[in-house]
């Protein structure tokens, strides 16, 4: 069960198509640096997106490597902009790092484990937390797909 759920994370985030065609490495890597900057009134950036999901990513992986749970959702989404285009690719490979990295944490969790609490009887079983991390990023990952979409295909500034 533990390689089912690493695999479909990694087909969300990195190469699989059975969902939505297409996944987060996939959508990501023709999107430039002003791309993922532009903002469309009311609606989160692609940046603001990807840094969130990366920012959960991260928690999970602390998480699996330490036994600490640090994430907090105010903390979630960025307080900065990035500056140029390298920042923006650092951040892109600093996610399918950190993505691979979680997917083969999966993988060495026993099946036996994935119905005991994660960190704490609040956040439900790790089942729950694991697949929370798939549906997050097929969430996130539509609407990347949308404002890619907006932004290379319209007029919107």
Known sequence: MCKYLANRFREVMLSGTW??????????????????MKKVPNINRIYDLS???LYYIKGINQFFQTGNLDIKDSLSFPM????????????KDDLFYQ???????IEEIY?????????????GSYLRNIDGQIEHAYYHLGQIVLLKKMLTYSSVS
């Open 80 to 91: 900065v902009d990035l500056k140029n285009n390298e920042e923006w690719q650092s951040l």
């Open 51 to 53: 840094f969130h999901v």
């Open 111 to 123: 099946d036996a484990k994935l119905q005991q609490d994660f960190f704490d009887e609040k956040y």
């Open 19 to 36: 969902i939505a065609n297409s996944n987060w490495q996939k959508e990501l890597s023709d999107i430039h640096f002003e791309l993922a």
């Open 99 to 105: 993505s691979e990295t979680l997917a083969k944490s």
